[in-house]
């Protein structure tokens, strides 16, 4: 037998982001965060 | 370590719900045929990302046993850290009993996104050393007639995307389906032999490399050979993004990628995502970093080809979506 799971699609984040002019920032935060880490 | 595919969470849409634990304690996951591994966050966790998530509580759980191992999971845009668990997860009607799973304690990088965890659909050559991924464990306890699963990915309603395993199911594509061997058994990795526009090869020309990896949104490729598609685009890059004319959607050829000899096109309105006023390409370059020559074919590829993987012969299956 099939197991079929529905899968929804939801709103993405960068939609969201660019909604609320979040977007740049967030990604800048983002890159900075990750190469923190990186380092770490 | 294995470094997972290039994620790019910020457009990572697909999401389906499992549970852990006895009583279960649901989560919602995407689904990921770029990883291996299964986790969710535990209740301990310390990150401002488990906050806006739900969070697993071992004491409920009677069925519930620590494994204890540390781990570190990396992927393009984020890494989880925290200690391996085991308990039943149920996927449907699907049951793997002592499923070593992850409970994060630390996250970086998923932070308010639409999802708890992930559920990696990967090789167990890219899993956690001395864990069964939960397809295997599935398999190993007889929960499939046939050791496959298969992606459909709506492309506009929100409700309507399905994964489906065990079998497949014809009332989501049309034709036949197309078989192609996997290259290498750790990500579901195929070769490619050229990616045309016009009849004009304009990358991969000599055969490369393609994950197909449902948990990535948008398709990456070398730099370089991106930077080709978008000049042929007249794409420009504005704030860290592609963007288009949006009437270049009406008079830009398809994109076609040539898999094992059959081609797989890709429309100006797949490849050119309109969100408010502006059009923007869904190439992104980087892959070089991660590893020569190699493509990666996330969701926007996955909505117009209905996608099966196939674990007994190591083989995935494209045909066009309805």
């Known amino acids: 037998c099939i197991v079929i799971l529905p899968l929804k699609k939801m709103k993405t984040l960068r939609e969201t982001l660019r909604e609320k002019n979040l977007l740049n920032n967030f990604l800048e935060e983002q890159a900075y965060r990750l190469s923190k880490n990186d380092s770490k | 370590i294995t470094i997972h595919p290039l994620r790019n969470y910020l457009d990572t849409a697909y999401v389906g719900n499992i549970t852990i634990g006895t009583p279960p304690q649901e989560f919602r996951v995407v689904f990921d045929t770029g990883s291996a591994n299964l986790w969710v966050p535990c209740i301990t966790c310390t990150s401002p990302a488990c906050y806006t998530h739900k969070t697993f509580n071992p004491q409920n759980s009677s069925s519930f046993r620590e494994v204890g191992s540390p781990i570190t999971i990396f992927y393009g845009s984020g890494i989880i850290q925290g200690f391996l668990g085991s308990d039943t997860v149920r996927i449907g009607n699907l049951v ?149 004319s949006c009437d270049a959607v009406k008079t830009l050829p398809p994109v076609i990628f040539n898999i094992n000899g059959i081609d797989y096109p890709l429309r100006p309105q797949a490849y050119i995502i309109k969100i408010q006023n502006n059009c923007r390409s869904v190439f992104q370059g980087g892959t070089e970093n991660s590893s020569l020559n190699t493509w990666i074919l996330g969701d926007i590829f996955l909505r117009q080809y209905f996608s099966v993987f196939d674990r007994k012969n190591r083989r995935i299956g494209l045909a066009p979506a309805v």
């Not at chain 2, 579901?188 to 004009?200: K, P, V």
Request: glycine share 10%.
């Open chain 2, 96 to 244: 793997s009993p002592e499923q070593s799973f992850g409970l994060s304690l630390e996250e970086y990088g998923f932070d308010s996104l639409p999802f708890d965890g992930i559920l990696g659909l990967a090789f167990p050559a890219m899993g956690i050393e001395d864990t069964i991924p939960i397809f295997d464990n599935l398999w190993s306890h007889g929960a499939f007639s046939e050791p496959v699963f298969a992606f459909y990915l709506n492309t506009n309603k929100p409700e309507g995307s399905v994964v489906m395993f065990g079998g497949v199911d014809h009332r989501y594509y049309k034709g036949e389906l197309n078989w192609i061997p996997v290259s290498q058994t750790s990500h579901w990795q195929i070769s490619m032999n050229n990616i045309s526009m016009n009849g004009t090869v304009t990358a991969c020309s000599c055969g490369c490399e393609a994950l197909v990896d449902t948990g990535t949104s948008l398709i990456y490729g070398p730099t370089k050979l991106v930077t080709n598609i978008h000049k042929l685009m007249n794409a420009r890059l504005e704030n860290s993004e592609y963007v288009v």
